[in-house]
């Protein structure tokens, strides 16, 4: 049989796209014996397996077929409900109305390009930033304005000299324990955002994986508070329950949603509904907060054990974040070093890592690096830190003088 | 406060689309005491409930936390097995490599669209046609070309003709009981459209949400063996086990899943994965095929009985198709009925149906309508048909005689 081939059949969209970096990383370091910071998974030892497995039988024996059926595009009424009432805790006033059921939160991100991004739209994007969102957009074909951030959050120079030249449909931020970096920005910080973004016609998505995951400092303001009309929100029970029940949601304004449920409809007519039942069930019969207390000690330890291991392993100069929350450090190493050959050099040494460059849509920083505390034990925590500390000390380091 | 209303902020794939008409039709009808032939669910009756939850306990207990984690994009390893076994037995060449797991068939449409279509490219159409696959494509801006479906299968001088004026990247049929008619493609069809859809560039997308829900007939060759390297298959659960799983597949040639494993990352890095290792516990644990048969049997008689209520309550001239499975009839009355109106007629009279009219993207065929009988039990499809035979008979509807 002769093989046809179709020459290049594809969507200009998908042209010269390739699999994600991280994909790629995350393959090598499946590996057992890699000691690997390289993921951005929540620790499976937290899971609550017990409560789920419990509640996936309560949800059988209440809902009986409606459990298997189809359902609707906006999500599971109660599950919409809970989160609801968790914002209104907060203060925020959000109904369920307001709210749409995600396969996770990157199905969000997939839709929020979907209904507002036509080729060349201008989005800002914080420098570096996360790469699933990144993915997510390149294929809607937008046009990438990077954003510096730093430790007390955007760059607010640069943000208002790009929104003087540009005129950007959508600004992605992850105001807490941001990805890759774990920074969140200054209550400051987040009031001038808002301020610069309410004089445009701009849309500000606030995703929040981790924001529940906080092990010291104070909450921040929401910018659903700052900037109401514009501000579209992103959750997720990825990180705080469980990643395989791909269960996430956007809070966005009445217009925005009208278009949302069109384009959720037409993408996968609505969010596996077995498993909103099972979550929804999980949430009446356990307590959510003592759930995240024990998450958030935990973190907050793993994160303390990675710094401590880090101040005695790497060389003086290196530069860490201090995150408050999330899974994530960011270190920064002098100019010189290439953590991509780092990288190369730290997986011979059986230890893992995402080079820093990966995350960035300009003016990349090739000496820096993220490193995911909360999957390694205490010991492999100091053992491959040790590990990636000794291959930066070497002092003929591919040739070059690393420190 | 002021409300902020930024002026249509929307991107021009989502300009003027309107939520599915089957959706608004299904609000009216989710009444209690409407009898409804409207809509295209499985009988939740039918569903495999107590095997499911007892596969749900086996799947806590044999993978404990990884049930939870994340997982890989192509979906579970032991379901795509099972899937290619079952091809495998049915002669197909497929492998677990050519298997992609995505939320339900109508996500494989998304897919599809994202990684095949820029605005204006054309796709074949089977005319009339599934409303879903129309919402998925219409987001990508492609051109319909309408071909017709006769009982036979596709009009081969349409689909000849269209072919010599084209160049579709795209064919989408339904060659097993389609939605919305329940026709079946004849041997001699799909031979001849394999013949020439071979001598183009065009993909031909075989989607068959209901080929394993077989009553009586032949089965027929299926495009993977007539057109092995042109053929994209789609398969879905949603039928034949529970929707809510939203459990479907990809199967297709390998350059073509490396655009749409890079697709479905950037859309929800991968599907449930929780329900994806419930669902293949399941299908470890129990027969599929003594399942199917329940199910057949079941749907085959329901078809039956409408059928028989049909040509009792329906005037003389109405015309039925015969299909083998599935979950359709097709019902075309004379020329001048509108079932557009008949349905705000019968609404009154509590039933209702889908007016074929939205099934179209060319050459409209007002006069026909498509009937459901899966769901409706045996008294409420005589009395519900007998509702809409009583307008249709009345010789005044509309000012118009009917019949």
Redesign the interface.
Known sequence: ?T?????N??????QG????FI?EILKVTSNKDIISFAGG??N??L?P?KQ??QA??SA?DKN????????N?EGNLELRRWIAQRYQSQNLAISEEDILI???S??AL?LLG?????KN?GILIENPGYL?AL??F???QAKFLPIAIHEQGLDLNELQQILSKNNP?LIYTVPNFQNPTGISYSEENRQAVAKQIAKT?C?LIQDDPYGELRFSGEIKSNFHTLL???TILLGSF?KTI?????LGWIVAPK?VMK?L???K???????????Q?ILAQYLADNSFDQHLSRLSAYYGQQKIIMETAIKKYFPEKAKLTNPEGGLFLWCTLEKQVSTLDLFQEAIKQKVAFVPGESFYTGNIQKNTMRLNYSCADKGAIEEGIKRIGNVLRRSNYNGMPLI
């Open positions: 049989m093989i046809k081939m179709i020459e059949p594809f969507a200009e969209r998908i796209i390739s699999p994600s994909r998974l929540p499976d030892a899971f397996l789920l497995k996936s039988q059988f009986g077929s409606t459990l298997l059926q189809y359902s595009t995600t396969n996770g990157q199905q997939d979907k209904i507002f991004l036509n739209d699933g993915q997510a390149r294929l809607y449909k016609d849309y109401p009309q514009q990825s469980a990643p395989a029940l791909r217009a278009k449920i069109i384009a409809q037409a993408a996968d007519l609505h969010t596996n509904s077995f498993s039942y």
